[in-house]
């Protein structure tokens, strides 16, 4: 069976395609749901798209993940930058975490160059639109190799 990545994203990400579409793209969350399906299944995986507003809930799958040694790949989104209770969980996973961005919060305003999740996470792509999470899957499936 293909070892299951979780893809999880956090608030106001469900508005995409409408949000912001000069900073977040035309894309839709569909969309998003879409490449990360066909681009898992190319590498021999099997992604399971999740999003929340609600912290708690991404900490629950935060520990399931925790759990089930499965990879994630995260978009926290405005959690990114002062969630101390997701970073927490996000350390609680010991397979490939990685921190993923739509836009380049580095090059935006002050308050998003701060990262409370990088630190634990085993690697951040950013600012490639929705292709972070191709490149994302790239790098867990390497990352788990063998
Ligand atoms: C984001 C960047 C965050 O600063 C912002 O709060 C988001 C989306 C991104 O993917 O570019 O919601 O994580």
């Not at 579409?21 to 021999?44: H, K, Q, R």
């Amino acid at each position: 069976m293909a070892a299951s990545v979780l893809i999880l994203n956090g608030p106001n990400l469900d508005r995409l395609g409408t949000r912001e579409p000069a900073i977040y793209g035309t894309a839709t969350f569909a969309d998003l749901v879409a490449l990360c399906t066909a681009e898992a299944l190319t590498l021999g995986l099997a992604a399971d798209v999740r999003q929340s507003n609600d912290e708690a809930e991404l900490i629950g799958w935060l520990h399931e993940a925790a759990d089930s040694n499965s990879p994630v790949i995260i978009n926290p989104a405005a959690f990114t930058h002062y969630s101390y209770a997701l970073r927490d969980a996000c350390a609680l996973v010991e397979s490939p975490l990685i921190e993923v961005h739509l836009s380049n919060p580095a090059a935006r305003e002050e308050f998003r160059q701060t990262s409370v999740i990088s630190g634990v996470a085993d690697g951040v792509i950013a600012g490639f639109g929705i292709e972070s999470y191709r490149l994302a899957l790239h790098a867990v499936a390497r990352m788990t190799k063998g």
